[in-house]
């Protein structure tokens, strides 16, 4: 419940003038639809009642029907002006809910981050910060708005009928309101989470057998994963159903509890009035009060039937948003590092590295300098710790013992975005964004002109295929899905050489490509960037031969 509270202060804050307003209209609606439901009620009895005594000729019936008009009209006006303030601050508060948890996730250590699943992360974001929109609609607002009615209720009636029985009316209906809605929340919980695990489920497998459909139909797997996605749906539906069901169940109890409530307060004030405490119409007035009290309750039915999974997606969205959430992010210097004079381009000072869960470290007193204009590769057999030591040399993962230093200085003195604009990594396996060639290379560079694209890519052999497929700016498939695993990874050696980099890591370049045009592009890389310092991870002999040192890692 903390979370949720958290969650609805951060809702507030943001949006607290509209919020305000659109719960004291909330109120209005909430007050004027029992108002207008007891009047209606006192209107029909007195009029009855005038004209049983024969002085209907003396009743007047202006001002009581005026009155009902007024409250159904103010009623939809009001109801209007309340979703449209509550739901439009609501929305606005949750993008900039969505705003911090992405900067939260992109600012959990590289480790955890590339742990992360893509499908599911994304999933998960929208799914929680969706379920989050209740919290302030359908459980904060609705909760307020009884509350200020029930005790509004309580003054008018003991105002217009009699105190005995407007305490009754109040007391009844929100003791035995409150226990059907206790008792919602506590059952709703446990389906209400079962079906939001079976829904990310269904998506997250529906995702999975279009991403490898190839591979699914390759090994015959293709009717188990789509089995998969049925059992994950049914699944889901089964529990969407149970909630649904809890919901209904949780509308009648309510509507035996007014109608219960409603003819106790008929029954006392049918005896008051027989007493003479009251008139027969203000009886009336009591038990349509009391019908109309259900108004009250109906939002929130739907928000506890919704408890379980706005509570697990509260819980999940604090965790990730930053600290700071809300505050103003202060612009980071983009000052470049300082290089202190002779000091080498890279320095791996003493490594000790383990991974998260390894037993052994991959890296022990692992020590190396890269000069400018250097080339210096790390060969050696698969597992022993190429990938890790470019990592640690890119600052995306922190050594446990020694010092990375960048011109001298150790990379955790240099701002994030001047540390990005001297070294540049080129990963493994790396991902093209963009629909064109153009688009492809901009990611390392929003200024980048066609002048400087066109280099790049003759640099990496890969003018006249971009000329073959109709210019910078033609159309590819998403992603460059339409060019060959040579193509690609040139492509991406030709978006890390747009950075123009002090610092270049390479983890095999060349990989996929045939023995020329692996030369060509390495003497290209070079040509580009004559003073970087380049350290590259190499198991093929272009790349060793093209190296001014080979670091053997055992
Ligand atoms: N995130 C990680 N968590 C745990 N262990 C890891 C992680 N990343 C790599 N390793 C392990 O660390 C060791 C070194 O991995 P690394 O990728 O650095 O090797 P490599 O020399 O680059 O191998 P290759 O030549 O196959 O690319 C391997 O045994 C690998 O399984």
């Known amino acids: 419940m903390k979370d949720i509270l958290h969650i609805l202060r951060l809702i507030w804050r943001k949006q607290r003038t509209s919020l305000i307003r659109g719960t004291a209209l909330a109120v209005a609606v909430v007050a004027m639809g029992v108002a207008l439901l007891g009047l209606s009620g006192w209107f029909i009895t007195a009029a009855g009642a005038a004209g ?4 209907g000729i003396a009743f007047n019936v202006f001002q009581p029907s005026a009155g009902v008009r007024l409250l159904a009209l103010g009623r939809t006006a009001a109801r209007y002006g309340e979703r449209l303030l509550t739901h439009d601050a609501t929305l606005k508060s949750l993008t900039d809910i969505r705003v911090g948890l992405l900067r939260g996730v992109l600012a959990l250590p590289f480790q955890t981050l590339s742990r992360l699943r893509g499908a599911e992360t994304m999933n ?3 799914a929680d910060v969706d379920a989050l929109d209740g919290i302030a609609l359908r459980l904060f607002i609705p909760a307020v708005a ?7 209720t309580f003054a008018l009636l003991a105002w217009l009928t009699d105190p005995i029985l407007a305490a009754w009316i109040v007391l009844s209906f929100t003791v035995g309101v409150g226990i059907v809605l206790a008792w919602t929340a506590r059952h709703a919980k446990a389906p209400s989470r079962r079906a939001e695990k079976a829904l990310q489920a269904f998506r997250i497998r529906v995702i999975d057998l279009l991403r490898v459909r190839d591979d699914l139909v390759v090994y015959g797997r293709l009717p188990d994963q ?4 049925d059992t994950a749906e049914t699944r889901m539906r089964e529990n969407l159903d149970a909630t649904d069901r809890l919901e209904r169940r949780a509308g009648l109890l309510l509507a035996l509890t007014a109608t219960i409530s409603a003819g106790t307060a008929l029954w006392l004030g049918s005896a008051l009035a027989a007493r ?3 008139t027969p119409a203000q009886a009336a007035l009591g038990f349509f009060a009391t019908l109309a009290l259900t108004e009250t309750v109906q939002p929130l039915r739907r928000g506890l039937a919704d408890l379980g999974r706005m509570l697990d997606a509260a819980r999940r969205v604090r965790r990730l948003l930053p600290e700071d959430e809300g505050q103003p992010v202060p612009a980071q210097p983009h000052a470049a590092p300082r290089p202190v004079p002779t000091a080498p381009a890279l320095d791996l000072a003493h490594i000790l590295y383990r991974h998260p869960g390894a037993e052994r470290p991959v890296l022990d007193d692992f020590t190396l300098s890269v000069a400018p204009g250097e080339t210096v590769a790390l060969a050696g057999a698969s ?10 040399a890119a600052g995306l993962i922190r050594p446990d013992a020694g010092q990375v230093l ?8 240099i701002p994030e975005p001047a540390l990005r604009a001297e070294i540049t990594y080129l990963p493994q396996r790396s991902a093209l964004l963009g629909h ?3 688009e492809m290379l901009a990611l390392a560079d929003p200024s980048l002109t066609e002048d400087r694209a066109l280099t790049v890519l003759e640099a990496v052999a890969l003018s006249s295929t971009v000329a073959g497929r109709g210019g910078l700016h033609a159309p590819l498939s998403e992603n460059g899905a339409g060019l060959s695993g040579g193509e690609q990874r040139r492509l991406a050696v030709a978006r890390a050489l747009v950075r123009r980099p002090r610092v270049l890591l390479l983890d095999e370049p060349t990989e996929g490509l045939d023995r020329p045009t692996a030369q060509r592009v390495l003497a290209g890389i070079r040509e580009t960037l004559p003073k970087a310092a380049i350290l590259t991870a190499s198991h093929r002999k272009a790349e060793q031969d093209w190296a001014d040192r080979l670091i053997r890692m055992r």
């Open 406 to 413: 960048l011109g001298g200085r150790p990379l955790s003195d």
């Open 436 to 438: 064109s060639f153009f």
């Open 383 to 392: 597992g022993r710790g190429k990938s890790t030591a470019l990592g640690l």
């Open 52 to 55: 049983l005594a024969g002085i």
């Open 226 to 229: 789509a089995a998969a996605v």
């Open 276 to 278: 003479g405490t009251i």
């Open 146 to 152: 009884a509350v200020v009615v029930y005790v509004a």
């Open 124 to 126: 998960r974001l929208v």
